[in-house]
């Protein structure tokens, strides 16, 4: 009995213990700022919610929906590429509506790799990335996400040619959950040159797509010619569009994985309500004045939160993109690893953040805070934060 050699490939769950911490400092009746989960705080805009209330009054929607997608919304997406990259996405082979960014990633690893599969993932990553393919029964390889672009390009190259077998396939996210780290076409050109000559598959994951700043644009794999032929893209609308609740993304590219993701889909699901996708349709087609002002002040927030940090004592590099900001634990708490640093910083200044370790090995030391909360709390959480350090500097907290 309960011999269940999948789950047994599962470790348990850290940001749970983050859960349970939260809630005893709760209890005392502080008030916690949570920083924790990258879970978007402000309001979907009214036109996507108003063609949601239109479609759920048509009860043609309360239907099943094609588990690939309804065909306006595929059409929609290949429309949304063109126009933002550029790229042409045939709507019938080479995109599908997932349900949400993450089931589609963790569906496409057990569509294509099984046992004896070899998988690259950078470290740190987001936990599907790596844990979506230990589901799969493949066996995950991590190659360190190295600051310098070109230092890991260099990195991927090196494995690419000492391993062997080859890996099945390369999963890349730029701008990178949780680092913030960005890269240029050039990268992904690159990229797909060595993913060709070693014959290896590469799946990109573009959720923080439109959340960038100082002029930076976030470039798409599939803009590099010839990256159909090896590549598919993850999209989710949970970030750009304030959808995180909604579960609506896509992933697009190469028809093959596209229809290996297809097939394994129309065994397990349904894909996401079809009142929903029409509300996605809205979203991609609509107005985009909601993204610019979301944008405007995810910017704003993090120049908020990276000038209070620097004013409390900590060294901070300021991110072109994401909703996060990757910080080293300074250097007075360095004797602790990212658990018990973000522990500490619970209790002692009630303000939750995301242990590096919980994103992989090579986040031990950095802690992620999520820009998810908004200025008056940013700047209380701020004033807790300087006076913790405080304490610590004073010697008034001891550690």
Not at 54 to 67: E, G, K, M, N, Q
Not at 145 to 162: G, W
Request: charged content about 20%; overall charge negative.
């Amino acid at each position: 009995m309960n011999d269940f050699p999948r789950i047994k490939r599962l470790p348990p769950y850290l940001f749970s213990v983050m859960d349970d911490l939260q809630q005893e400092v709760m209890a005392t009746g502080a008030e916690v700022f949570d920083f924790g989960l990258g879970n978007p705080d402000q309001a979907t805009a009214p036109h996507i919610v108003e063609a949601m209330r239109a479609a759920v009054l048509d009860t043609s929607w309360h239907r099943y929906a094609p588990s690939k997608g309804i065909l306006p919304l595929r059409q929609a997406i290949s429309r949304w590429y063109d126009r933002r990259y550029q790229v042409d996405i045939d709507p019938e082979k080479e995109t599908i509506v997932t349900i949400g960014s993450k089931e589609g990633l963790a569906h496409l690893a057990l569509a294509i790799t099984a046992q004896g599969d070899t998988v690259l993932v950078p470290d740190p990553c987001y936990p599907v990335h790596h844990f979506g393919f230990v589901i799969a029964d493949a066996t995950v390889k991590h190659i360190p996400l190295l600051p310098n672009a070109n230092d890991f390009l260099k990195s991927i190259e090196t494995t690419l040619v000492s391993m062997n077998p080859k890996p099945k396939l390369l999963v890349l996210n730029f701008p990178t959950n949780p680092t913030t780290q960005c890269v240029d076409l050039d990268f992904f050109a690159r990229v797909i040159e060595l993913a060709k000559e070693h014959k290896v598959w590469v799946l990109h994951d573009l959720a923080y797509a439109e959340l960038a700043f100082d002029d930076y644009k976030a470039p798409s794999i599939l803009q590099v010619p010839g990256a159909k032929d090896i590549a598919v893209e993850s999209y989710t609308l949970s970030k750009t569009y304030n959808m995180a609740g909604w579960r609506v993304g896509f992933i697009s590219g190469n028809p093959t994985l596209v229809g290996a993701l297809t097939r394994i889909k129309s065994y397990l699901d349904y894909g996401s309500f079809g009142a929903v996708q029409v509300a996605a349709i809205a979203a991609l087609e609509g107005p985009q004045d909601a993204v610019v002002e979301l944008c405007k002040s995810y910017q704003h927030r993090r120049d908020v939160m990276c000038t209070g940090l620097k004013d409390a004592g900590w060294d901070i590099e300021v991110p072109k993109a994401t909703m996060f900001l990757w910080l080293k634990v300074p250097k007075q708490f360095q004797h602790m690893n990212s658990l018990e640093f973000a522990q500490l910083l619970l209790r002692e200044a009630h303000v939750r953040v995301s242990p590096g370790v919980g994103f992989g090995e090579h986040g031990d030391g950095y802690i992620r805070i999520s820009l998810v909360e908004d200025e008056p709390r940013m700047k209380r959480a701020l004033e807790n934060i300087k006076q913790f350090m405080q304490r610590v500097s004073s010697g008034t907290l001891r550690i």
